[in-house]
């Protein structure tokens, strides 16, 4: 018997429930280390979830919603925000996904990457103010002297933390940890500082 616990960060197996079998992915969209089920067609979905609510009853199980302040803090990326297809998985700090002996679409440059450094990469930055962000819809600019050194896609305070964090795709020149920068978020300009790893 195969338990959900026994799948590993990032992987995916078939479970079953009932007549069929789900495919059940250790993901989610905070870093708990959640998980999350994919279920085939709609005659399933309801079953499924009043399952889960009966062998949760003791725990006062309720249905909730990903947690967009641990999945910055804790560096999950979004594709489509954090990283788009402008940018390379090496950008993007996803180098050791890439290690396929066969050829495929980018390989040179990713190889060349790799082995030279990219000239932008994924950083975590820490933005002055005490959770007064306004919304951040086509991303911020990272300046520093005024010019743009980087992009911050997703922001948000952090009560534990005491700041507002963020993730942002800095370049080579500005990415060492305790760079000082400014951020435009189109209502003010922030001091900001660049980190090297995550809050969590």
């Avoid at 090496?90 to 990219?118: H, R, T, W």
Wanted: aromatic content about 12%; glycine content about 10%; hydrophobic content about 35%.
């Amino acid at each position: 018997m195969t338990l959900v616990r026994d799948i590993k960060f990032f992987r995916y197996k078939k479970l079953k429930f009932l007549d069929t079998q789900f495919v059940v992915a250790r993901s989610g969209w905070s870093k708990q280390g959640g998980f999350e089920i994919y279920v085939d067609g709609f005659d399933y979905g309801m079953p499924l979830w009043n399952a889960f609510f009966e062998a949760g009853k003791d725990l006062n199980v309720r249905a909730g919603c990903p947690n967009l302040i641990e999945r910055i803090e804790g560096g999950l990326l979004s594709f489509g925000s954090d990283m788009t297809r402008q940018n390379t998985p090496v950008e993007a700090g996803l180098a050791k996904f890439c290690n396929s002996p066969d050829e495929y679409l980018g390989k040179e440059i990713i190889e060349k990457q790799k082995k030279e450094g990219p000239d932008r990469i994924i950083r975590p930055v820490s933005i002055s103010g005490d959770g007064d962000l306004p919304h951040n819809a086509n991303g911020w600019k990272v300046l520093s002297s005024g010019k743009q050194v980087g992009l911050i896609a997703s922001a948000t305070w952090s009560p534990d933390f005491k700041t507002n964090v963020s993730i942002g795709m800095i370049e080579k020149s500005h990415w060492t940890e305790g760079t000082e920068v400014e951020v435009d978020t189109g209502s003010s300009v922030r001091k900001a500082e660049v980190l090297e790893k995550f809050w969590i």
